[in-house]
C-alpha cells in the first residue's frame, strides 16, 4: 500500500480536487475481515485423486463491507513447500481490496453520471 499513498500525496500535492475515492475511502468500508485456507474446506466436496485437496496451498480473504456485500480474494501457492500463511493472508487482503476499489470506482462514476443527468433536467 505504500505505492498508493504516494500516488494519493501526489495527487494531493498537484491540488487535484474533483470527486474521487482515496485509500481511506475504500479502508472505511471494510467491516470485518476473514481468512480461511485450504486445509478448512469440507471434504466431503472434495473429488481429487491426487492427494491435494485440504492442502493450504489456497488463502482466501473475505471482507465484509459496511453495507453487508462481501467481497473475496484470494493467493495460491505452486508448492505446498512455499506456503505461509501471513504472506498467503496480505495477497488474498490485497486482491479482496483491490475488488472494493472497482466497486466503488463504479459507484462515484454513477453518482456523479446522475448528477449530471439531473443538472439536465
Not at 112 to 118: F, G, K, R, S
Amino acid at each position: 500500500m505504500s505505492n498508493e499513498k504516494q500516488i494519493e500525496q501526489e495527487i494531493q500535492d498537484k491540488g487535484l480536487d474533483a470527486p474521487r475515492l482515496t485509500p481511506d475511502n475504500i479502508d472505511s468500508k471494510i467491516k470485518a475481515i476473514r481468512y480461511t485456507t485450504g486445509d478448512k474446506f469440507d471434504l466431503a466436496y472434495c473429488a481429487d485423486d491426487y492427494g491435494t485437496c485440504g492442502s493450504p496451498q489456497l488463502t482466501i480473504c473475505i471482507l465484509s463491507l459496511e453495507n453487508g456485500f462481501t467481497v473475496t480474494g484470494e493467493s495460491a501457492c505452486a508448492s505446498p513447500e512455499n506456503f505461509d500463511r501471513i504472506i498467503g493472508q496480505k495477497i488474498a487482503y490485497e486482491n479482496a481490496r483491490n475488488k472494493i476499489w472497482q466497486l466503488e470506482g463504479y459507484l462515484l462514476k454513477e453518482k456523479l453520471y446522475q448528477a449530471e443527468l439531473d443538472k439536465q433536467f
